[in-house]
């Protein structure tokens, strides 16, 4: 549930809004993207092993969907002179249901898309990787996941806010999902056209918001014209980020921002 002061909104996970309209539209993308979704498909783009940049996706239908979306990857790969992508999924291992929709979709992604170097699907407890080989996806046995295993992704992005982290391992991406997942410590940056139509959806580090004026206005123009975005949108839980925020909305560096908390399993959208 969403809250606000005249009203009550049901939270429907199973509509995933592709236009902004509201404050409530963009609370509830930040809040999809780290769910257990199997809409939600976060993309790590990579060159030689080293994060260029990343995104989430959101399907509000596969099929609709598919063929902007591979243009979509196909666009940033280019844009970003990456030479390799990851597909991250947060996923309830109850649901058989959320496995097998993502893997005829994987199917098709790594077949269509050059660079596909492995799909990581991941729960609180468990997790499980699948690769390609031969043009054939290999579904490796479902382990338990070992948080102590793998970087230190928050001492890393004190000093490297943008998150090009060179990735040794897969206990690597591992926990850059899990820390992605973390409503405390990342926050999401939003993107759309003149349409309001999203065309990027990402979490950022709450590290990124005490760099300069100029370095986050020089990171959104960088942006913009990667996305041929208009308007930029950030959303947090944390009260120094959104503070920062409205700072950054008035001197016109993003268009707006909205802060929202998780009472129980309500989200109410507040003003600090």
């Given at each position: ?15 995933i ?37 990343y ?33 991250l ?69 004190k ?7 060179k ?49 986050i ?36 560096h ?11 399993k ?7």
């Amino acid at each position: 549930m969403i809250r606000t002061k005249n009203k009550i909104l049901k939270l429907d996970t199973k509509q995933i809004t592709e236009t902004i309209l509201n404050k409530e539209d963009l609370v509830k993308i930040s809040y999809l993207a780290k769910s257990p979704n199997k809409k939600a498909i976060k993309i790590i783009y990579v060159r030689d092993e080293t994060i260029i940049d990343y995104e989430l996706i959101l399907f509000s239908n596969y099929k609709k969907q598919y063929i902007n979306t591979i243009h979509k990857i196909v666009n940033r790969l280019y844009s970003l002179n990456a030479n390799g992508y990851y597909l991250l999924c947060n996923y309830n291992f109850k649901h058989i249901s959320f496995f097998t929709a993502n893997i005829k979709l994987i199917k098709s992604l790594s077949k269509d898309v050059e660079g596909f170097l492995g799909y990581l699907v991941l729960s609180d407890h468990y997790y499980t990787w699948i690769t390609k080989n031969d043009n054939k996806l290999i579904v490796e046995r479902r382990q338990t996941v070992n948080k102590s295993l793998g970087i230190n992704i928050q001492n890393i992005l004190k000093d490297n806010p943008y998150m090009r982290i060179k990735i040794n391992s897969k206990n690597d991406l591992i926990k850059i999902l899990y820390e992605m997942n973390d409503f405390k410590n990342f926050s999401t940056l939003i993107i759309t056209d003149i349409n309001n139509k999203v065309v990027l959806n990402k979490d950022i580090s709450n590290y990124f918001i005490i760099l300069s004026y100029r370095q986050i206005g020089n990171y959104i123009k960088n942006i913009l014209k990667q996305t041929n975005g208009e308007k930029v949108f950030l959303v947090t839980q944390n009260k120094f980020f959104f503070e920062r925020a409205l700072e950054l909305k008035n001197e016109k560096h993003i268009t707006s921002c909205v802060a929202y908390n998780m009472i129980g399993k309500n989200l109410k959208i507040i003003d600090y």
